[in-house]
């Protein structure tokens, strides 16, 4: 039934809630696990309030895309270790980082990648909050095409 389930992962502690239930699906299921880390891309627009020279522009311009190369070493570093945990408990996992908008990453990964389950972990944002931040959840749920198991992260 499940063959291969996506676990996003932001590198949070809340991401870690669903590795449990994921791992007993897969070892249930002889599943293979997908890691998969979404670096948000930055927002230029950003640097137009912040700076007021085309020099300035372009030493912000450097610093974003020095911290884009950090973000996606720490998270192929952080889903590295996690494979290679998964990996020694006899999970066959594999890993990816890309960067992108997360829910539209996760999305097209499930349909590229044959995912059969996605398995991720909300934050449990509820009213004005998720109205003005959105829920990659929320989205993976709607826009998705695979069925998803949402853990609710309880913030304890």
Known sequence: MYRRILVPH???ALAELVLPHAVEIAERFDAEIHLLAVIPLPNPAMLIDTVETPAAVDLAGEA???TQETLRAEGR???KAIADRLT???VRT??????????REIIAYEAENDIDLVAMTTRG???IV???????????LREGGRPVLVVRATGK
């Open 94 to 103: 594999v890993w990816s980082v890309v960067d992108g908008d997360p829910a």
């Open 64 to 66: 974003m895309q020095e």
């Open 77 to 79: 570093a952080h889903l």
């Open 88 to 90: 020694a408990q006899g």
């Open 130 to 140: 998720r109205a003005i931040l959105g829920s990659v959840t929320e989205r993976v």
């Open 10 to 12: 932001d590198g949070s």
């Open 125 to 127: 944002r509820t009213g």
